[in-house]
């Protein structure tokens, strides 16, 4: 009879303890997981979907204005370009870079900014350089 209030003791420390502790690492690891192969792939994607608006809007122009390889080479090289830049703010948000991934530069941290950019016009304490004060 004295065992039965020590075990229901135990028993509701090892839960408090298991909740302490929270999840499993290899469940948060599980979760959070993203293959090489699923981001080799969004990369591929990405520089993909840019080339081709850059090609459809640069044959829609060619096509309404009458001038087919000037607009569809433009276009494609703007595409290009946005689809690599696309790309880099990707490598950027995987490698923890800008945890502001939704929103443009000009919202993000200043003294992030700073810091991993060393030669940029902000100070490191959220002002940009050479502001009244310093």
């Keep these: 009879m004295q065992d039965d209030p020590f075990r229901e003791r135990l028993k509701r420390l090892e839960e408090r303890i298991e909740a302490a502790k929270g999840p499993k690492p290899e469940e948060a690891r599980q979760r959070s997981k993203v293959t090489v192969s699923a981001l080799g792939w969004r990369m591929v994607t990405e520089l993909l979907v ?5 090609l459809a809007i640069g044959y829609g122009l060619d096509s309404l204005l009458g001038t087919l390889p000037v607009f569809l080479v433009v276009f494609a090289l703007l595409g ?16 923890g870079k800008r945890p502001d991934a ?27 350089k050479g502001r009244p004060g310093d």
């Design 50 to 54: 840019g080339m081709l608006l850059g």
């Design 80 to 95: 290009f370009a946005a689809g690599v830049r696309t790309m880099l703010r990707s490598v950027d948000e995987i490698r």
């Design 102 to 128: 939704g929103r443009s530069n000009e919202t993000a941290d200043p003294a992030a900014r700073s810091r991993d950019n060393p030669g940029s016009e902000w100070d490191g304490n959220g002002g940009p």
